[in-house]
């Protein structure tokens, strides 16, 4: 069996945020890897966040983010559970990181159905017009249009959009990851973006 460090436990517990004991723990089921260990208190932190999902958020906060200069800025309501951990760090860190990803990805909703319709219909008459303009049979560009439509919603809703600082997780992911991580539901109610000239 593999010698568990103090400084192995302590590089595990800054990676993950999870408890000196669990960290300990994790290293010792996997004989001293740290990435195994790593992988291990992912899965149980995000089984335990599916658990906490339906749980009701009431807290929280509404973080206001003003990007340099002042031309720039978002407000974004982020509920939690209770008011204790609204003001915790690592909630604020969070609040703080999707306020700044709103402000740079500029998503068009929370969800797809938070798109208005009359925009997805504009986006359906272009994708159909490029695909027949470019000789596609009738018979499939409905399919095609699907698709289109399909991206359109991953790039534009926030819920599925790549995280700016972490591009290989989307928004959905990362707040799976806080709630696993903060040991609350945490949902990501509403936000307005705001730009000078818009």
Same mark, same amino acid.
């Given at each position: ?28 089921? +996997?004989?001293?890897? *740290?990435?195994?260990? %790593?992988?291990? *208190?992912?899965?149980?932190? %995000? $089984?335990?966040?599916?658990?906490? &999902?339906?749980? /009701?958020?009431?807290?929280? #906060? ?11 800025? #978002? ?8 008011? !204790? #951990? $609204?003001?915790?760090? $690592?909630?604020?860190?969070? &609040? ?9 990805? +500029? ?24 695909? *027949? ?36 997780? /989307?928004? &959905?992911?990362? /707040? ?14 509403? !936000? /307005? ?6």
């Amino acid at each position: 069996m593999a010698e568990i460090t103090a400084a192995m436990v302590k590089e595990l517990r800054d990676k993950t945020g999870s408890g000196m004991m669990d960290c300990k723990r994790a290293l010792a089921e +996997n004989e001293g890897d *740290l990435e195994k260990a %790593l992988d291990h *208190l992912r899965k149980k932190g %995000l $089984a335990k966040a599916q658990k906490r &999902a339906g749980r /009701t958020t009431s807290e929280g #906060v509404i973080f206001p983010y003003i990007h340099t200069g002042s031309k720039l800025g #978002v407000l974004v309501e982020i509920n939690c559970e209770s008011d !204790f #951990v $609204a003001k915790t760090d $690592a909630f604020l860190e969070f &609040a703080k990181n999707i306020a700044m990803h709103i402000a740079a990805a +500029n998503p068009g909703g929370l969800n797809p159905e938070d798109i208005p319709e009359e925009i997805v219909a504009r986006e359906r008459d272009i994708y159909r017009s490029q695909a *027949l303009e470019q000789g596609k049979p009738e018979s499939i560009v409905d399919k095609i249009v699907e698709g289109q439509v399909q991206k359109f919603y991953k790039e534009s809703c926030l819920m599925s959009q790549p995280f700016i600082r972490d591009p290989k997780k /989307t928004i &959905a992911e990362i /707040t799976t990851e806080a709630i696993a991580k903060i040991g609350e539901n945490i949902q990501i109610k509403r !936000f /307005t973006r705001f730009q000078i000239g818009e």
